[in-house]
């Protein structure tokens, strides 16, 4: 069964600072996805990582997977208060074609 | 619409009673999913719809909970005999070919539930 991890659960950081949210699998997940919420609205996509050493950046976001590791990794340079939201990781088990494993998530805030 | 409805957004019940969440997916989108996040966890799958294929229910904590997608678009998730273990947001999502590992869920805004 797979057990997705996330941590720090929650994040105060200043604006301009940089800093790393991690997520760690317990079994083989050849996927990983990136999702944020913003309280009171939908998960919306941000990555989708597909491969071992797989890299995607958007904005001041970039996410990165390490399938040896089982560790992904989302990066935040330079907060800015927008980046404010909880930010959810998850796997995909293998054989499934479904099913998403999903971690606690990151509640992140921005502080001016 | 634009995206994947969900209602109520807001549901307070008492302990026993039944109670019917809706989703309202993408237009044209063939698979449906229902997931529940409860406070300060994250996303626990639940029951997932594809086409005319028979549900995977192995989600569903108890025989309590039932789903169903009419016409293969509208889904009612039912919960009867309400418990305050129950109380969680109960969040649906759908894509255009249920394969996660190519394509992206669209999630719902979710459904409050609050079991008193």
């Known amino acids: 069964e797979l057990k997705v991890e996330q941590n720090p659960l929650f994040l105060s950081m200043q604006e301009g600072k940089n800093y790393t949210i991690y997520c760690n699998y317990s079994?083989?997940?050849?996927?990983l996805y990136w999702y944020r919420q913003d309280p009171g609205k939908s998960l919306e996509s941000l990555f989708v990582?597909?491969?071992?050493?797989a890299v995607k950046q958007e904005g001041r976001l970039m996410a990165s997977l390490d399938t040896k590791a089982r560790l992904s990794t989302l990066h935040i340079t330079a907060a800015v208060h927008d980046l404010s939201a909880t930010y959810f990781c998850?796997?995909?088990?293998?054989?499934?074609?479904?099913?998403?494993?999903f971690g606690s998530g990151t509640q992140l805030t921005v502080l001016p | 619409g634009a995206g994947v409805s969900q209602s109520p957004s807001n549901k307070v019940t008492e302990k026993g009673k039944d109670v019917e969440l809706r989703c309202d997916p993408i237009?044209?989108?063939?698979?449906l999913y229902w997931y529940r996040q409860s406070l300060g966890q994250g996303l626990e799958f639940l029951i997932y719809?594809?086409?005319?294929?028979?549900?995977?229910k192995s989600g569903l904590p108890s025989d309590r909970f039932s789903a169903e997608r009419t016409g293969g678009s509208v889904s009612t998730l039912t919960i009867q005999r309400t418990q305050q273990e129950d109380s969680a947001v109960y969040l649906c999502?759908?894509?255009?070919?249920?394969?996660?590992?190519?394509?992206?869920?669209?999630f719902g805004s979710g459904t409050q539930l609050s079991v008193l």
């Open positions: 990582l597909l491969s071992n050493g």
């Open positions: 237009s044209g989108h063939t698979a």
């Open positions: 079994t083989t997940s050849d996927r």
């Open positions: 999502a759908s894509s255009l070919f249920g394969r996660t590992d190519r394509e992206k869920l669209f």
């Open positions: 719809f594809q086409g005319n294929s028979a549900p995977d």
């Open positions: 998850a796997g995909l088990s293998s054989g499934s074609a479904r099913q998403l494993t």
